[in-house]
């Protein structure tokens, strides 16, 4: 799709997030805003005024009067597999939050419809675009930490009221799952998850997750929706030190380990792996990154991909193993039992 013509996007559901794709959509060079759909009239009007596009109450209309090039779904969840079904078969490229369904067979149902009609599919795993993530993996592509040993994700904050289909495990680690599997290339083997419901009425609100990497990378998942501030944290720790990413302030910090420092530059030409033996405080350095707005980088990447034919930014098989992965953490949480062999492995088949 090269022909030079701006793309036609749309959004489908505007609610707390679609409000910022119609908002980046409208925005960004070589794609035109043409429609969005919602059956709630004030989101709907909320969404087109000072805008030149074009208000529909349903999808089906959308997509059959205005045939778009890029659709984001952003309707809840559950509506994920339908909507997404349906664009594809419209003739729309995909771009559906996260998760990406609601379990597998919708999942796969979703990923062999776009095959079978010869469009993309993609996911809106946002974290991938945060500038201090993709700054942290190009330093791990670059053995900057050396053997790595653990991976931490921290997701706080208040309960969000208006999610009511599913728990803070669903709604949230697909994120931490998804970047730790990104950023260390390795598989889980072996699982386990502490899971409690203290003010939501109907799911889980607190999860605390371990998960062993076949890479031997231990990985801790802390999240919540109890505690009165926003914190959202990636810390790895490695034998030459610790990267934090800050993924609301896009902030990338490193902390030294002085003695592994020593022990590298003492390597021989052979470059001999001396094994590091010992731990010390050594200096913090603040990493420069220029900030960009995470969806916008993720929108402009999915219009490059569909105008290029390049490959999906997010592909959806990694979107359906991090809800997948997720939803064992649940079962985890909610048996007390440890996750692990043919369990395990049938997620990632
Ligand atoms: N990537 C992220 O960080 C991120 C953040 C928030 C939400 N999300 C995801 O985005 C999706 C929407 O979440 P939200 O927080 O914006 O929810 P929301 O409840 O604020 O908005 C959902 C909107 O969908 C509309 N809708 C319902 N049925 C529809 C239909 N048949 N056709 C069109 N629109 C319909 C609703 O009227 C509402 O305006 C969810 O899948 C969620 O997990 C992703």
Redesign the pocket.
Known sequence: MSDGRPLRAAV???????RNHVRVYDELPGVDLVAV????PV?LRRAVTGRAARAYP??TRLLAEERPDLVSI????S??RA?TIEALEAGANVLV???IASDRDEAEQMIATAERCGRMLTV?H?ERFNPAIRELRARLAANELGRIFQIRATRLGPFPA??RDVGVVI?LAP?DLDIMRYLLGSEPVRIYAETEQRIHTDHEDLFNGVIKFANGVVGILDINWLTPTKMRTLSVTGERGMYVADYINQDLVFYANPEATQVWENRGADNSDEPVTTVAEGEMTRRSIPKREPLAVELAEFALAVRDGGPPPVDPRDAMVALLLARKMVEAGATGSVISGTALAEVLA
Not at 12 to 18: N, Q
């Open positions: 489908v559901g505007l609610g707390m997030m679609g759909a919602d059956p709630d989101a349903d999808a952003v309707a809840p969840t509506l994920h909507m939050e996260k998760p809106g946002i208006r999610i709604d994120h």
